[in-house]
Every structure is written in C-alpha cells, then in structure tokens.
C-alpha cells in the first residue's frame, strides 16, 4: 500500500478549512494514517522544499509554510501519490478545477491551501521530515475491501 504526505498549508488552517480538506480526503476512501498540527521550522520548511532551492520564488516559499501553523499528515492507499494530487487539483488556481480542493477553496496561486508529495521519494523523505515511524498507526478499516 503507498503512503503519501499531505499537509494543510497555513492558508488553510488560518482559513478554517481542516476539517473539510479532510473530509474530502476521507470521502475519496484514502486512509489517514498519522496526522499533528505542527509550527514548520525554517530547517524544516528548507529540508521539505529542497527541490525548489535556488529559484527565485524559495525564500517565499519558505517564508509561507512557515508563517503560521500546518496540519500535517501520512495518508494510505492504492496509488495514492497520483490520486491525491488530482483530488488536490493544479498548482496554478487559474488551472486548479472545480471539484478539486484547490479548485474550489484556493483564488491565489501560492496560497494553495494543501500540499501533495509528487512521488515515492519525495513521499518518503517528506514524511521522515515530519514524523518519527512510531508516530504512524498501522491499522484495517473495515470498510477497506469497499472503497
Ligand atoms: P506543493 O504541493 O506545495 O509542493 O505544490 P505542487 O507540488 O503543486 O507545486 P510545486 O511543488 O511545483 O511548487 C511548490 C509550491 O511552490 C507551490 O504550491 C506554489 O505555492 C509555489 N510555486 C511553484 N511554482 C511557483 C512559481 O513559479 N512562482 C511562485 N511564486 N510560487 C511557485
Ligand atoms: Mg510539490
């Protein structure tokens, strides 16, 4: 089963909207893992965008994720990495469509409200950013063989 790390951006929180990002993410049959609300530290918030080092956009975004508190999270599914993303919906909000979180919550393009890891590496690197192992519970849903 993939793991993927998703986390409410400060623009989500500050606008109130964790419990229905989730909600959605819940809704799609995606299983939630581990999750805390988390202050990002510079450190952090450099280690976590590392592949954007260098452009001219970084210190923005470094000064974004860490302006406020995140509700980060590790969810499960079958090809999770892909699917989330598109439940999440484009970067751009002039691209993000209606349907998608971004879509129908975000009208500026950095603040976008949730982040998504973009492959099996970058998954694992951004959870071990975030969570010690023990801090993420294996566990069945019943409901499993449904969704
Ligand atoms: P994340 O889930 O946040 O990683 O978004 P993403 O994977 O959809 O986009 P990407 O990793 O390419 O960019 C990370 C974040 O940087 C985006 O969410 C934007 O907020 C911001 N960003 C990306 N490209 C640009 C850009 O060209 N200009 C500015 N100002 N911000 C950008
Ligand atoms: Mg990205």
């Known amino acids: 089963m993939e793991r993927t790390f998703l986390m409410v951006k400060p623009d989500g929180v500050q606008r109130g909207l964790i419990g229905r990002i989730v909600s959605r993410l819940e809704d799609k049959g995606f299983k939630l893992v581990a999750g805390k609300f988390v202050q990002v530290t510079e450190k952090q918030a450099k280690k976590h965008y590392a592949e954007h080092e260098g452009k001219d956009f970084f210190p923005n975004l470094v000064s974004f994720i860490t302006s406020g508190p995140v509700f980060a999270m590790v969810w499960e599914g079958d090809n999770i990495i892909e699917l989330s993303r598109i439940v999440i919906g484009k970067t751009n909000v002039t691209e993000a469509q209606p349907g998608t979180i971004r879509g129908d919550f975000a009208c500026h ?30 566990y069945d849903k019943s409901m499993s063989r449904w969704s």
């Open 109 to 138: 393009t950095p603040r976008n409200l949730i982040h998504g890891s973009d492959s099996p590496a970058s998954a694992e690197r951004e959870i071990g950013n975030f969570f010690d192992s023990q801090e993420i519970v294996d």
